[in-house]
Each structure stands twice: as structure tokens, then as C-alpha cells.
T-cell receptor, first 109, second 113 residues
Framework: LAKTTQPISMDSYEGQEVNITCSHN???????ITWYQQFPSQGPRFIIQGYKTKVTNEVASLFIPADRKSSTLSLPRVSLSDTAVYYCLVGGGYNKLIFGAGTRLAVHP | EAQVTQNPRYLITVTGKKLTVTCSQN?????MSWYRQDPGLGLRQIYYSMNVEVTDKGDVPEGYKVSRKEKRNFPLILESPSPNQTSLYFC????????????FGSGTRLTVV
């Protein structure tokens, strides 16, 4: 099972771009990289998923280098409502999400 | 609206009194799971189901039971709750599993005294 490493916490200000990097050195060939967001006392929310290169949706971008040993979640122009814990997930098969400690992002006015 | 619905949202019970936390999804998803979240331990999987009548243990199944008699419902049963099962519980569902992303319910905060 791939293990992920991400910063414990990050601080940013409204309107800035935030990049959260996740390291997953032991990623398997068939593993996807998925990011979830969680607000206090709420269930995690799927943000974005990718396998390689770059993926973009309406809320974020995910950058994955060719070796796939890391990935970067990019949140453009964050607001106060983006304050949350962000989890990078790799592996686990179809049935299980393996959550690490996540990155606690604090967005300040 | 596509969603996973858990009930109740909050529950305080006494040790040994059987309880059921219900989970229902309206997206015709095959995969369903239960997780518990504890400070310092993160989110851990309790049980999962890949389809009707197909269930299996996750990482922390002790003290829990589940059933999947219909595709939409996946109740979590605590036959004899103990204080160490005080936690925040989440039900989640997905069409094709981790490759699709999971949709989580709003959570059930359980306190066992």
C-alpha cells in the first residue's frame, strides 16, 4: 500500500494560489492519485483525481510528474471557505480509501 | 439530489444497548463503506461492501456488524456498544470504487457512556 507524505499545515491569504504537494514514492502502476477536502465534523468531499500529467476541474488542478512519485494540488485564488483539511490518497484498491493525516490549510483575510 | 444519508446525526447511548446507524444512497452505487474518525487516528475503514450481500472487514471491524440486503442501504450495527466506540462515523458510496471517488454522508457523532 502506497504511503503518502504531505505537510501538516499551511497558511495562506485570500486571493492567493495555494499548492499542496504530496509525496508517494511507492505508488503502484495501477494507482490513481485522489484528493479530498474535509471541513470540521463533515464528511470528506472528493476534489480531483488523476493518473499522470495534469488534470483540471472547476475547483482545482492536479499536477503529476512523469515519475508519479509526487503530486501537487493547486487551489487558485483561495477564499476563507477553503479553510479545511486536504487529504492526498493513493492505493487501497477499489474498496478502501487510505487516509493519512492530511494538510490543514488555514486561509486568512 | 445525489447524496448519502446517514441517521441519526447525533446519538448518545449507554454501554451494551444495541444500536443501528442507517446509511442510504440514491445514486445506484455498487460500493459502500463505513469509516470512523478519531482525533490523532484519522479516518479508518470499518466495513465495506462491493454489492448486495457482499461485505467484508476493513481495518477496524471489531464490535461492528453490517448488512447489504438492498443496493441502496448499508446499516452499521453495534450489538453491544462500548465507550471505545465513541467516535464520528461516516458512510460513503461509489459507483466503481476508488477510481470514481466516493461520496460521503454528513456523519454520525456517537457517544457511548
Amino acid at each position: 500500500l502506497a504511503k503518502t507524505t504531505q505537510p501538516i499545515s499551511m497558511d495562506s491569504y485570500e486571493g492567493q494560489e495555494v499548492n499542496i504537494t504530496c509525496s508517494h514514492n511507492n505508488i503502484a502502476t495501477n494507482d490513481y492519485i485522489t484528493w479530498y477536502q474535509q471541513f470540521p465534523s463533515q464528511g470528506p468531499r472528493f476534489i480531483i483525481q488523476g493518473y499522470k500529467t495534469k488534470v483540471t476541474n472547476e475547483v482545482a488542478s492536479l499536477f503529476i510528474p512523469a515519475d508519479r512519485k509526487s503530486s501537487t494540488l493547486s487551489l487558485p485564488r483561495v477564499s476563507l471557505s477553503d479553510t479545511a483539511v486536504y487529504y492526498c490518497l493513493v492505493g487501497g484498491g477499489y474498496n478502501k480509501l487510505i487516509f493519512g493525516a492530511g494538510t490543514r490549510l488555514a486561509v486568512h483575510p | 439530489e445525489a447524496q448519502v444519508t446517514q441517521n441519526p446525526r447525533y446519538l448518545i447511548t449507554v454501554t451494551g444497548k444495541k444500536l443501528t446507524v442507517t446509511c442510504s444512497q440514491n445514486m445506484n452505487h455498487e460500493y459502500m463503506s463505513w469509516y470512523r474518525q478519531d482525533p490523532g487516528l484519522g479516518l479508518r475503514q470499518i466495513y465495506y461492501s462491493m454489492n448486495v450481500e457482499v461485505t467484508d472487514k476493513g481495518d477496524v471491524p471489531e464490535g461492528y456488524k453490517v448488512s447489504r440486503k438492498e443496493k441502496r442501504n448499508f446499516p452499521l450495527i453495534l450489538e453491544s456498544p462500548s465507550p471505545n466506540q465513541t467516535s464520528l462515523y461516516f458512510c460513503a458510496s461509489s459507483l466503481r470504487g476508488t477510481q470514481d471517488g466516493y461520496t460521503f454522508g454528513s456523519g454520525t457523532r456517537l457517544t457511548v457512556v
